[in-house]
């Protein structure tokens, strides 16, 4: 038996990355997994992808987080399609990088609407279902970012944002048997990664490396290093366990 067995997993911006790697971790672990993705052919042809197994479904929906009614249509779609939903990893992200002075509104309104109002919006919605059922798990993924990173003010304001919801959904829900937490991500080797290594006008594993180096297990984390502590976080091993932001990141900020 798996951990996930009979359980219903949402996992936003799943269909690469971190994402992906996230809701075949549950798939391995016997959940029925709902992959949103603003691209719904994305979700669906990544849903295809998935190692179910006991009978357990997927589905692949298009959805903008940033947006309530498509966020409701989203969650309604999940508990008419896979019959239910007990698990919200909140993971959909987008990048606009940029010092201060040339940050435009749009690139801070862009990302702070998916990255926390969309956190907002998509735990809103599920923790209906969760209370009328009294039980739950949300896990939201930050990034050590959020600790402030040069060019990426909007994104890691949003992220430390994610830190602060997360710990006032923990005071809110945990008496309705709901459990939320954040997992914070490092250097995670990604095409999100490779894009910036591209940006930066470097070859991605001389990228790689210098990113290993600056961390004390010498390597860089992979989509699945994510996976095994957001599904650890949304087991009820963890039911002791809310309002807590779990930063995985080869120990990157020790120093």
Do not use: C
């Not at 959940?31 to 669906?44: C, F, H, K, R």
């Not at 749009?106 to 919605?125: I, P, R, Y």
């Not at 991500?185 to 210098?210: C, N």
């Amino acid at each position: 038996m798996g951990r996930f067995d009979g359980r219903v997993v949402v996992v936003t911006g799943g269909a690469r990355g971190i994402g992906f790697g996230t809701a075949t971790r549950f798939a391995e672990e016997g959940a029925s997994v709902a992959i949103l993705d603003l691209d719904e052919t994305a979700a669906s042809e990544a849903a295809g992808r998935l190692p179910l197994v006991d009978g357990a479904r997927a589905a692949g929906i298009g959805a903008d987080v940033s947006n309530g009614a498509s966020v409701e249509a989203a969650v309604s779609r999940v508990v008419e399609e896979l019959g239910g939903i007990h698990v919200l990893v909140n993971n959909a992200g987008i990048t606009r990088d940029n010092l201060l002075f040339k940050m435009s509104e749009d690139d801070w309104d862009l990302v702070m609407g998916v990255h926390l109002k969309g956190v907002f919006l998509m735990t809103k919605a599920a923790q209906k279902h969760f209370v009328e059922q009294k039980y739950g798990k949300i896990v939201n993924i930050s990034s050590v970012s959020a600790l402030g990173n040069r060019g990426q003010a909007n994104y890691s304001a949003a992220k430390m944002g994610v830190q602060g919801l997360t710990r006032t959904l923990g005071i809110e829900l945990g008496p309705f048997g709901i459990n939320a937490n954040a997992v914070a991500p490092g250097f995670i080797a990604t095409e999100m990664t490779d894009a910036t290594a591209a940006r930066l006008k470097m070859d991605v594993e001389e990228f790689r490396a210098l990113s290993a180096e600056a961390n004390p297990v010498k390597r860089v984390g992979f989509p699945e290093d994510i996976a095994a502590a957001v599904a650890f976080l949304a087991s009820d091993e963890a039911s002791y366990i809310t309002g807590q932001t779990l930063y995985v990141d080869g120990g990157a900020k020790l120093g």
